[in-house]
Structures are given as structure tokens and as C-alpha cells.
């Protein structure tokens, strides 16, 4: 049993991951804009979210 803990307790090993462009936030904050129905008004809001998601993302697999 201590051997199975022991297994799970090291993070998988996984490639390096790209760092989060200003460029996929846009597409991802127009995404956004996009299932709000296009409604203006909310640039700073879709661009804060979509940073948070795609950084949220990129750092799963990683240690805490």
C-alpha cells in the first residue's frame, strides 16, 4: 500500500507547455463575446476571463 501512495504522490511528467499569448486571449475573449450574444460592453471582462480559463489550463499537470 505504501508503494501505491508513494506512486501517486509524484505529479505525471508532461511536455513543456507554449506560455499563454496575447493572441490566443483575444481569440478566446472573442469566443466569449461570441456566447454573450455579441453584446458590447464587457472587452475588459471577456479579456480578464479568458486569460484566467487559458492560464487555468496551461498550469493543469503542473505541481502545487
Known sequence: MN???KAMATP???EPRAPVT????GERAYE???QR???D???IEDWLAAEAQLRNIK???TAN
Not at 496575447?22 to 486571449?25: D, G, N, Y
Open 41 to 43: 460592453g464587457q472587452a
Open 3 to 5: 508503494k501505491f501512495k
Open 12 to 14: 505525471p511528467t508532461s
Open 59 to 61: 498550469g493543469k499537470g
Open 32 to 34: 466569449l463575446y461570441l
Open 22 to 25: 496575447e493572441e490566443a486571449i
Open 37 to 39: 450574444g455579441r453584446q
